[in-house]
């Protein structure tokens, strides 16, 4: 499947600030991507080559096969983006905010009435922007990302301050996109709620792409552990896994090195009548994110 969005080699400084360094990697369509990495790390910076705000010092920027610094970048239209602070006219009504943007991407009007339903400002559409809650903006934001069913989504921050019903909803939304066949990227620091969403991760470390993959991968590269809790009921001989030390421990914790050990482990467990419990605890998000950038500074 040809990538989406295609970055080779980019290296962008502001003065003496070497904002990216050799960044490269591709997007595919239909996935949900999710750039992490400490403030300063450069993510904003590739958002901003992505959109075409900004060109490259070197390297080349594909963005739905043009190059979006360029004048003439026809894929502009398919493009949506949601900054990271979202500022609008405070004397607009949402409807009339959105009827603006709409004009600006050269899409009907009308076409954003069910853009405001589908993010819930329905019922506030005819009130001015200024009264507006923050997590009310963030949906005029949203909104105003999805006009014209982008191809290509680039969110910066964008679950910032908002409640876990609109978080969730936020992501439905974003499911739809992305089972429809967008790219969509999410720039953001919550990892937590990005390990299980998304299909392929970039870890960003001052300027350098320190790792990528999908979860799956980054765990297998890492070769953290995976820790595997056995609960079992007293009586017999202790089993193969268990772990020593206290005679009387009924509950063994094992950490595996990949996962062919772990289904092992697991077979061996599951076979055993007394065995009430197993719980397998894999390298979250957070655990692979300060591995990376761990290795990267020891690399340094
Ligand atoms: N216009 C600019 N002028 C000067 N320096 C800049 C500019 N834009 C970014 N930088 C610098 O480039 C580096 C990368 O910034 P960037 O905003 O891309 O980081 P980020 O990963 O988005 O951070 P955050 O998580 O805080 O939003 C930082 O050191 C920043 O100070």
Do not use: C
Request: net charge neutral; no cysteine.
């Amino acid at each position: 499947m040809t990538a989406s969005v295609k970055v080779a080699g980019v290296e962008k400084s502001f003065r003496s600030v070497r904002a990216l360094r050799g960044v490269s990697f591709e997007l595919r369509p239909g996935r949900l991507n999710a750039l992490v990495g400490h403030n300063g790390a450069g993510k904003t910076t590739l958002i901003k080559l992505m959109l075409g705000l900004i060109r490259a010092d070197r390297g080349a920027v594909a963005v739905l096969g043009e190059d979006p610094a360029a004048g003439e970048f026809s894929g502009r239209r398919q493009l949506g983006y949601l900054p990271e602070n979202v500022a609008f006219n405070a004397a607009l009504t949402g409807r009339e905010t959105l009827a603006f943007y709409a004009r600006l991407k050269q899409v009907k009007p009308a076409s954003a009435w069910p853009v405001l339903d589908r993010v819930g400002l329905s019922a506030a559409a005819d009130r001015r922007v200024g009264t507006y809650s923050k997590g009310m903006r963030q949906r005029l934001g949203l909104a105003q990302a999805l006009l014209g069913r982008p191809k290509v989504l680039l969110l910066d921050e964008p679950t910032t301050g908002l409640d876990p019903a609109l978080r969730q909803t936020f992501y439905e939304i974003l499911d739809e996109l992305r089972d429809d066949g967008a790219t969509v990227l999410i720039s953001s620091h919550a990892l937590n709620e990005l390990e299980d969403r998304a299909e392929h991760v970039l870890i960003m470390n001052r300027g350098l792409l320190a790792a990528q993959g999908t979860m799956e991968e980054l765990r297998e590269i890492s070769q953290l552990p995976i820790r595997v809790a056995i609960l079992r009921e007293p009586g017999g001989a202790p089993p193969a896994w268990a772990t020593g030390g206290d005679a009387a421990a009924l509950r063994d914790v094992v950490l595996v090195e990949s996962n062919a050990s772990k289904m092992h482990l697991l077979r061996l467990a599951a076979a055993d009548p007394r065995v009430r419990d197993i719980e397998v605890t894999a390298p979250t998000l957070d655990d692979l994110y300060a591995h990376f950038l761990q290795r990267q500074e020891d690399a340094a």
